[in-house]
């Protein structure tokens, strides 16, 4: 009996030391181990947001509730969706590359100084990226000439991708919040 308690014990000893080695939920390794090369891709393109007319391409979600007027077509704290297009250049007609989906948020209470806060997914439809996209997440200064957002990542092509984007103002109506958005990308990631 007193063989079998040892055994037992000798068992259970021996099953709870190996069950720290197999309960990793993770691994680690270091970029290089993986043989990717860093490349830098500059991207040009611009970015239709409208929210006017019968098929607009941004709409209001959420809005506070408040009763304070606003002169803005984007007031303090409306949340918006969008699916905008992409395109190779500033006319309704030029050839689409792509959208940008994702939330804005309006977060400036003056308007003179109207920023919003978004988040992005811009993707690409043709050409070499097609199927790949870049994630923006920044604070987003709309009435400064040239404002910088973050680049946080990507998929696809740009898979771990980091970097920025320098937007201007091609066109903006501040009645309507319709805008055409001039779009330099600077994208660093692996291939």
Same mark, same amino acid.
């Given at each position: 009996?007193?063989?079998?308690?040892?055994?037992?014990?000798?068992?259970?000893?021996l099953c709870?030391?190996?069950i720290p080695?197999?309960?990793?939920?993770?691994?680690?390794?270091?970029?290089?181990?993986?043989?990717?090369?860093e490349?830098?891709t500059?991207?040009?393109?611009?970015?239709?947001?409208?929210?006017?007319?019968?098929?607009?391409?941004?709409?209001?979600?959420?809005?506070?509730?408040?009763?304070?007027?606003s002169?803005?077509?984007?007031p303090?704290g409306?949340?918006y969706?969008?699916?905008?297009p992409?395109?190779?250049g500033?006319n309704?007609?030029?050839?689409?590359?792509g959208?940008?989906?994702?939330?804005?948020? *309006?977060? #400036?209470?003056? +308007?003179?100084?109207?920023t919003?806060?978004m988040?992005a997914d811009i =993707?690409?439809?043709? /050409?070499k990226f097609?199927?790949? *996209?870049? #994630?923006?997440? +920044?604070?987003n200064?709309?009435?400064?000439?040239?404002?910088?957002? =973050?680049?946080?990542? /990507?998929r696809?092509?740009?898979?771990m991708?980091?970097?920025?984007?320098?937007v201007?103002?091609?066109y903006?109506?501040?009645?309507?919040?319709?805008a055409?958005?001039?779009?330099?990308?600077?994208?660093?990631?692996?291939?």
């Open positions: 009996m007193e063989n079998k308690s040892i055994l037992i014990v000798l068992a259970l000893f709870s030391i190996t080695v197999h309960s990793e939920y993770h691994s680690e390794r270091s970029i290089h181990s993986l043989h990717l090369k490349k830098v500059q991207l040009h393109f611009y970015l239709f947001d409208i929210l006017s007319g019968n098929k607009p391409s941004a709409v209001q979600i959420a809005q506070p509730n408040t009763t304070i007027g002169k803005s077509a984007v303090f409306h949340l969706a969008f699916d905008d992409l395109r190779e500033p309704a007609s030029s050839k689409v590359i959208n940008a989906q994702g939330l804005y948020l *309006s977060s #400036s209470q003056q +308007s003179e100084n109207f919003i806060v988040y =993707a690409f439809t043709t /050409g097609k199927g790949s *996209s870049i #994630s923006v997440f +920044s604070r200064p709309v009435t400064e000439p040239v404002r910088e957002l =973050a680049v946080v990542g /990507g696809g092509k740009f898979r991708a980091r970097g920025f984007v320098h201007k103002s091609h903006i109506d501040y009645k309507t919040g319709d055409i958005l001039d779009y330099h990308v600077t994208v660093l990631h692996y291939h």
